[in-house]
């Protein structure tokens, strides 16, 4: 490695990025450097690259962040940045960065404001060969008990989750039979009763606004993609079996994500994720952002991060990307890390 390989970075937001970091080098072989930084000076990823920073300590606007990421770029003369933490406001500023010489790999603020808001989304894909699941949005109890009323008579199981979140946080099967004691213990920690529910949106001051939904009984398929302003390079989708995953390059859940990046000029790594329900495969959501079980998919052969990096660089063609492997089944280990306990240094907020 020389210090004139282009440099790509990675700030802080995701917990896999050390994942992808690590996998950029391994297979790099030194043609590329990697800067990493985290608001965490013992953060695993700040170990696993070559140059490291740690993020200004307190609560920075949005500008004064965007402010702080340019000053990094021109200092250290970065190439290519993949945001995870104010992706939408380092977006926007796109013009800023190519003024000093840096890309952002990121999806323009108005698209990654449609896939932060499911309900928007499905709206946007109404009359589109997207299977979609039925919906109900609702902002107050009365409105979730109508809405509840009506769905029930079609599906056996009913799901809840807010509009806007990631990670699966707010998700919650309802049951009007369940033991919410059950919950408590962490035994059926997805599923709450209905009076539990009802209860907890009667009592609360809080504005929300949820999608009330059928639970859908089948297969899930998480798939991750690569692709290139609007053309999908690679995908592969996971099929959750229990315990493991097993991987498919073909099927309805691919194709749909291929008309979903086409749809949307996608670029870079993301993930659509699907459900089926009677055989269908029904869209739920997709995320602007590598997913959690992105390892699982490049044991397929594709190394997403390394290939996203050097297409995004210019310095390979799609048509090099490999082909991913065909029905291997995976299953997750658990490892450990050293970190660093000195310190890193700081990029004084500007």
């Not at 450097?33 to 690259?49: K, T």
């Not at 997207?130 to 919906?135: A, D, N, S, V």
């Not at 991987?247 to 870079?268: C, H, I, K, M, N």
């Not at 790594?269 to 079980?293: P, Y």
Request: hydrophobic share 45%; glycine share 8%; charged share 20%.
């Amino acid at each position: 490695m020389t210090d004139s390989a282009p440099l790509l970075w990675y700030n802080s937001g995701l917990s896999n990025t050390y994942d992808a970091v690590r996998l950029i080098r391994e297979a790099a072989g030194g043609a590329l450097r990697v800067l990493a930084s985290h608001g965490e000076p013992q953060a695993p990823v700040l170990a696993a690259a070559d140059l490291a920073l740690v993020e200004p300590a307190g609560s920075l606007s949005d500008a004064d962040y965007v402010a702080w990421c340019l000053g990094v770029c021109r200092r250290y003369e970065v190439q290519l940045f993949i945001p995870s933490r104010r992706a939408r406001a380092l977006a926007a500023a796109g013009a800023a960065f190519a003024a000093v010489g840096t890309r952002i790999q990121a999806f323009a603020p108005a698209t990654l404001a449609l896939f932060d808001h499911k309900d928007a989304l499905y709206r946007d894909l109404v009359g589109t060969p997207i299977p979609l699941p039925e919906y109900r949005v609702v902002d107050s109890l009365a409105a979730f008990d109508d809405a509840y009323a009506d769905l029930s008579t079609r599906h056996p199981r009913l799901c809840v989750k807010p509009t806007v979140g990631i990670y699966g946080a707010g998700f919650r099967i309802l049951s009007e039979t369940a033991d919410d004691y059950d919950t408590l213990l962490g035994v059926a920690p997805s599923v709450i009763s209905l009076h539990a529910y009802r209860y907890a949106l009667e009592r609360t001051q809080r504005r929300f606004e949820l999608l009330l939904m059928p639970f859908l009984p089948g297969t899930e398929r998480s798939v991750d993609c690569l692709a290139v302003s609007g053309r999908l390079v690679a995908a592969v989708a996971r099929a959750k079996k229990g315990r493991h995953q097993v991987l498919e390059t073909a099927g309805p859940t691919v194709d749909y994500s291929r008309l979903l990046t086409e749809r949307y000029g996608l670029d870079g790594i993301f993930n659509c994720q699907f459900k089926d329900q009677n055989g269908l495969a029904h869209l739920l959501e997709i995320n602007a952002r590598m997913s959690g079980g992105l390892l699982y998919a490049c044991q397929s052969g594709i190394n997403f991060p390394y290939w996203s990096a050097v297409l995004a660089l210019g310095l390979a063609e799609p048509s090099a990307v490999p082909p991913p492997a065909d029905g291997i089944a995976i299953a997750p280990v658990q490892g450990v890390v050293s970190v660093a306990t000195g310190q890193w240094p700081t990029e004084p907020a500007l």
